[in-house]
């Protein structure tokens, strides 16, 4: 029997976006992690990368390999994971606070930056920050799995 093809999902939750615990980018991270769980994160897409989802993890004090160990085994749902993430890291609000004023003021390279802006054909130069430009990529990167349709 032939293996079934997994459809690839865009993960389209923004770096911006927080859950409860208030921590911005970690509802993202849980979604990117938990399609790479079940093989349908797109090619491209780094499972649990060194920019917003290292900072994530090293903010909230949580270890890269036992945080992508308990999503693919336990396979949990964002709130399961956000009452994990309490019990194995720091989430005090100053803590949170912290995090999130580096992710909201994180910029990516002049040189990223003018890449990016060019391919999703941002004509404002002064939208510099990541999340803004990661997110017109993802909308991006959807919009071509759309049309290819």
């Not at 389209?12 to 980018?25: D, I």
């Not at 308990?70 to 309490?86: A, C, D, G, L, S």
């Not at 606070?97 to 004509?123: C, W």
């Amino acid at each position: 029997m032939a293996a079934e093809t997994k459809e690839k999902v865009v993960p389209l939750v923004s770096s911006g976006t927080a859950g409860p615990l208030g921590a911005v980018h970690l509802p993202r991270l849980w979604l990117k992690l938990s399609l790479a769980a079940v093989d349908a994160l797109p090619e491209g897409y780094d499972e649990c990368g060194t920019g917003f989802d290292a900072m994530t993890l090293s903010a909230l004090g949580l270890e890269r390999q036992k945080t992508i160990d308990f999503i693919r085994q336990k396979k949990p749902t964002y709130m399961e994971f956000e009452e994990w993430v309490v019990a194995n890291g720091k989430t005090d609000k100053a803590t949170i606070e912290r995090h999130n004023a580096a992710v909201r003021g994180y910029n990516h390279s002049d040189e990223t930056g003018h890449k990016m802006r060019g391919a999703s054909k941002i004509k404002d130069s002064s939208v510099k920050d990541a999340v803004s430009l990661n997110m017109v990529d993802d909308l991006d990167e959807i919009h071509r799995q759309l049309i290819r349709v």
